[in-house]
C-alpha cells in the first residue's frame, strides 16, 4: 500500500537536467544561449517580435505585411505557406499555399530586408523550406515527432520549437534534446497555449500557459517565447498576453498580423491589423524596458 | 444525432451578461467599479498591493511585518487568522490563530496604518472578523458557500472573492452576483490559480490563469486581482508572475511576505522576505508605469 | 538549481495515510467499511442506487417518481430540497422547494420504503434536513466547506460527500476526514465529474473520473460511488457510464430520473424517464454480477 | 461586447459531421464499420484483445509471450519495434529494437498464430512495419502528423489511430478523416489516456477518458477501443479501467503483458504477467457477456 510521489512523467527533475537533458539544461543560474538570425539577436536585452499572417495569401498581401511589420519595429516575418489544418478539407479561401508561399515570403523578405519564420511539417519539403526560411518552425502538433525534429535539425538553421498543446515542460524540453544532439544549438522554445479546464471562450480553445515562461528558463538556457494570438484564438486578448508575457520574462513574441484581419483566410478572430500591430510594438516596448529590456531598437 | 455547441457552463454569454449576472455584468466598455478602502483605491490608476504572512503566527511577527510591507510601499496587509486546512490536523508550528490573530491584526494595523485583509470562513465567525477586518476575503475553496457570500455581503464591507481553483470564470462572476445582490457593491476578484495537467513543479499545485484576467475586465466592471504566490507556491516564480499580472491588466496583487520564509509556519517555499518585497515593489512599479498606472506612491 | 518531485498536494503518499488521514486510510488491503442505511448496506456485494429527480418539484411527483424507482428495483430516493444555484436568480420553472421540499421527501419515503438522501448546504439548515434525510449529502461545491462538514458530522446520520469538481484524490480524502474526526464512520464518498480539457459537449461541463475509482479504494476503506447523469449532463452517455463505473469497481449508484424528463425544472438533458431506469437497473445489474456484486435483490 | 458561444475548436457539432468529417461520420444510428485481421473482428459481438509488451526485448521473450496470449484468449499480440521515447538517450535496457523487433514480431506470429500490431513512426519506416505487421499503430504523439497519417493509409492495411495526449474528440476524428480519404475504411479509434489536472499518482501522467467511448460512438461509425495499460501506468488499475471499458462500450482491450513485469525494459509498473493477464481475460469475458458481448471464443 506504499503510494509513490514520485512524477517522472510530470516534472524535471535535477537527474533529469543531467541524464535526460545534458545538452537543454541551464549549467549555472546565468547560462543563457545567444544567437542572431540575420542580426535579430535572441536571448540577449532584445525581445524579438515576429509577426505576420497566419497563411501566405498572395504575393502582395505578404509584401505589403513585411512592409508593414517593419516599419512598426518587427524583427521577424512569420508565414504560413505549408499548414498542418485539423481536418483535409480546404475550402477555396482557407487554402494551403505550400512551395508557392515560400516563394512569396522569399520576395517579402527581399522587400522588407525582414528574416523570415516559416514551418516545416514533413522530413520530404525540409529542403524546399530550409532553402528560404531564416529560422524553421516546428508546429506544436509536431513537437514529438521525432524523426522531423532530428531531420531539420541537420539543416543547421535556427529552430523555433512550438510546445505541444497537451505537453509537459518536461516533454518540451525532451523534443529539444532531440534538436540538440544533432548538434544545432539555435533552439527557440515557443509557448501557443494550451489545454486547460476554462480557456474563457468557447471560440478560444487554449489557455496561454505563463507559468511555464519562468519554470522553463529555470532550468533551460535556451530562449523562451510565447505566441498569445494562437493561444487566445481573441484579438481583444493578444496585446494584454503579450505584455503579460513580457513581464514574466519571456525572450520573444510572436503576433499575428494581417492587412484585413475580418477577411482572414484563416482564423479571422485572432490577428490584428497595421495599426493595431504599431501600437502594440510601443505598448510592449515600454513594458519591455521597464524589465530592462527593449522591443524598439 | 443533432450535436448541440452551446456551451451554457463554459463561457459567459451575452445573454448571461443580461440574465445572470446584471449587477457584475459591464454596462460600457469604460464600466469600471471605483472604491477606496481606508483611502486606497481599487479600480483606479493605482494597482493597490496587498502582502504579508499566509498565517499570522503572532502579535510581534505580524507588527513587524506590516511595519515591512508599509515602509516597501505595500498598500494593504493580508495575513491568515482563521484557516482552511485540507487536512483536520494541525502540528504545533502550523496552527490557527482564529480570535487571536484577529487581535494581532488590528494591533499591526494600528502599529503600520495600513488596512487589512484576511479570510472569513464561516458565517458564525463573521462578526468576530468583520469587526476588525477593512476587507473580507473569501477563500478559493468557498467561492460557491452561497449562503456565506450572502452573509459576508450584508455587512457592507468590502469584499475580496476568490476563484474556485476549479471554477469558470462564469462560476465565478456567479458568485460575485449573490454579494452584488445584497447591496455590497465593493467586490474583487481575486485570480490565485487553478487546476491545470501541468503546473511545471510537483510541490506546485496550480496554474496562474492570466487569460481570465483579459477576459474578466472584457466583461463584468469590477476589479480584477492576482495572487501569483498561492498559485505558483515557489518563490522564484512570484516576482515574473506577479509583472506578468500587471502586463495582463492587474487592478491589485496579493503577495506573501514573511519575516523569515523557510522557517514559516505554513508553505515556506512560497513567501518572499523582507528585501525581496521591496525589490519586488520597485519591479512592480516600473511595470505598472509602463502601462500607465502605477505601485509606488 | 535543484527541482524537487515531491507533490505534497497532488498525490496521496504513505506518510499522508499515517499523519494526515489516519481514520479514512486503510489498514489492510481487504479493509472495507459496511454500514447499512434502512437495510440498504454500503461497502457489501449490493451496489444501491440511489434515483429520483435533481429538484423535488412537487408532491405528487416526488411520491410518483419514489414508488417508480421502488418498483425498478432502486434502493434510495434522491432529490433536491436546498439546491446550490450557480447563479442567484431563479425562473418560477427553476425554483428551490426548501423546507416544503422536504416534507415531500418524506411524504414520498413513507409511499415508497425507500430512504432518502438529500443536500444540506448551511449549518442553520442541518436541523430540518437531518429530521428527514437518511443521508446527508455534500455537494460538490462545499467540499471544503469544513464546518458544514464539522456540523453535518455531528448528526450522527450517514454522510455522502462529492468530489469538488477540481478536487484531487488527497483534497477529497482530507475533507472525509473531518468528518470522520467527529466519530462519524457512516462517509459515502461520490465522484460526480471533474473539469478537464475536453469532455466532448459544450452542454457537458464535466467528465467522469473513473480512474479515481480504483485510485480511492486502493487508499481508504470508505465505500465509493459515482453520479454519471451529474457528471455527464447528457442522457446518452449516463447507461454506459453508469456500467463503466461498476466494471471499476463503484460501491453504489446515483441516477437522476424523472417523470418527465424533457419538462424538467433544472437540466433536462440528463434524466432518464422511469422505462429507462428500469431498463438500465436490469443493465447494471447485470454488469455487477459479472463482477461478483449485485443492484437487484 | 457580444460573447459567442461557439466552440469551433472543441465540440464536434452536426455541421462538423458533414463538412469536416463526411466519411467518419456515423450516418445512422446503428451504422458501425466492422472488418476483419487475419479473421479477428473489429465492431462486431467480439471484443478483440490486443496483448504483449511495450517494447520487443528479443525473440525468445516475444515468441513466449504470443504463446501466452494467445493460451489466454488473446486475439491480437501487440509489440513495439520502433519507438518514440521521450528524450534521445537510451540506456542498455530500454533500447529500441526497430527492424530486428519487426523480424522477432514476425517469429512470433508464426509461432502463435496472432496478427500483431505494431507502431510507425516515420515514413521511411513504412514499407518495412507494414511488411510485417497487420495492423499499423499511429502513436498519441503522431496523431496530428497528417502527412504521416497519409502515407499509412495508402499502405491499405488497418490503422489503429490513438488519440494525442492533448487532443480533443474533433481533433481526433478529424484526423481518422485523413486516413479515410485515402480510401482505407479499417481505421480503429484508440483511447489511451489524456493529461488531465489529476491523475491520482505522481508516476502516472494520464487519465483514461472513459467518457469519450460513447461521446465517439454517437458521432463515428468507427470502432472504438482503450489502452488502460498505457492511461493508469499501474498495474493495479488495469483490470478495473479494462472492465470499466467495457462497460462503456469499447470495442476493443489494449493489455500490456510481459513475462516477468518488474523486470521491464520499459515502464515496469504497467504490465501484467501471464497469469494476471488470463484471469483478466476471463474478468473481461464476463463484464462483455453482461452487456451483450463476448472476449473468449
Redesign the interface.
Known amino acids: 500500500?506504499?503510494?509513490?510521489?514520485?512524477?517522472?512523467?510530470?516534472?524535471?527533475?535535477?537527474e533529469?537536467?543531467v541524464?535526460?537533458?545534458p545538452l537543454a539544461a541551464?549549467k549555472s543560474?546565468d547560462h543563457v544561449t545567444r544567437f542572431s538570425v540575420r542580426g535579430v539577436e535572441f536571448g540577449g536585452p532584445l525581445i524579438p517580435v515576429m509577426a505576420g499572417p497566419n497563411t501566405v495569401e498572395n504575393e502582395p498581401m505578404i509584401v505589403e505585411t513585411a512592409k508593414a511589420v517593419r516599419d512598426a519595429g518587427g524583427h521577424i516575418l512569420r508565414g504560413g505557406a505549408f499548414k498542418?489544418?485539423?481536418?483535409?478539407?480546404r475550402s477555396e479561401k482557407y487554402f494551403e499555399p505550400r512551395e508557392q508561399g515560400l516563394e512569396w515570403m522569399a520576395k517579402a523578405r527581399d522587400a522588407s530586408g525582414l528574416p523570415i519564420i516559416t514551418e516545416v511539417?514533413?522530413?520530404?519539403t525540409i529542403p524546399a523550406v530550409a532553402a528560404v526560411a531564416d529560422i524553421l518552425q516546428i508546429g506544436t502538433?509536431?513537437?514529438?515527432?521525432?524523426?522531423?525534429l532530428t531531420a531539420v535539425a541537420k539543416t543547421g538553421k535556427p529552430i523555433m520549437l512550438k510546445r505541444?498543446?497537451?505537453?509537459?515542460?518536461?516533454?518540451w524540453l525532451?523534443a529539444a534534446?532531440?534538436i540538440l544532439?544533432e548538434g544545432n544549438t539555435q533552439v527557440i522554445l515557443c509557448e501557443r497555449g494550451?489545454?486547460?479546464?476554462?480557456?474563457?471562450?468557447?471560440?478560444?480553445?487554449f489557455?496561454?500557459?505563463?507559468?511555464?515562461?519562468?519554470?522553463?528558463k529555470?532550468?533551460t538556457h535556451l530562449p523562451v517565447v510565447t505566441d498569445p494570438s494562437h493561444?487566445?484564438?481573441w484579438r481583444?486578448?493578444v496585446q494584454?498576453?503579450?505584455?503579460?508575457?513580457?513581464?514574466?520574462?519571456a525572450d520573444g513574441i510572436m503576433i499575428e498580423v494581417h492587412p484585413d484581419p475580418s477577411n482572414a483566410a484563416v482564423d479571422p478572430l485572432q490577428p490584428v491589423d497595421y495599426a493595431e500591430f504599431a501600437s502594440m510594438m510601443k505598448?510592449m516596448d515600454?513594458?519591455a524596458?521597464?524589465?530592462g529590456r527593449k522591443v524598439l531598437v
Chains 1, 2, 3, 4 share one sequence.
Do not use: C
Not at 511539417?121 to 520530404?124: D, G, N
Open positions: 500500500m506504499t503510494i509513490s510521489n514520485a512524477a517522472p512523467g510530470k516534472d524535471v527533475s535535477a533529469d537536467l541524464s535526460k537533458f541551464k543560474p498542418p489544418l485539423t481536418f483535409p478539407y511539417m514533413s522530413t520530404e502538433r509536431n513537437m514529438q515527432n521525432y524523426p522531423l505541444g498543446f497537451g505537453a509537459s515542460l518536461r516533454d525532451g534534446e532531440y544532439l494550451v489545454v486547460a479546464p476554462h480557456t474563457h471562450r468557447g471560440s478560444s480553445r489557455l496561454l500557459d505563463l507559468q511555464v515562461v519562468p519554470a522553463a529555470e532550468v493561444a487566445t484564438f481583444p486578448w494584454p498576453m503579450a505584455l503579460a508575457s513580457i513581464g514574466a520574462g505598448a515600454a513594458v524596458r521597464a524589465v
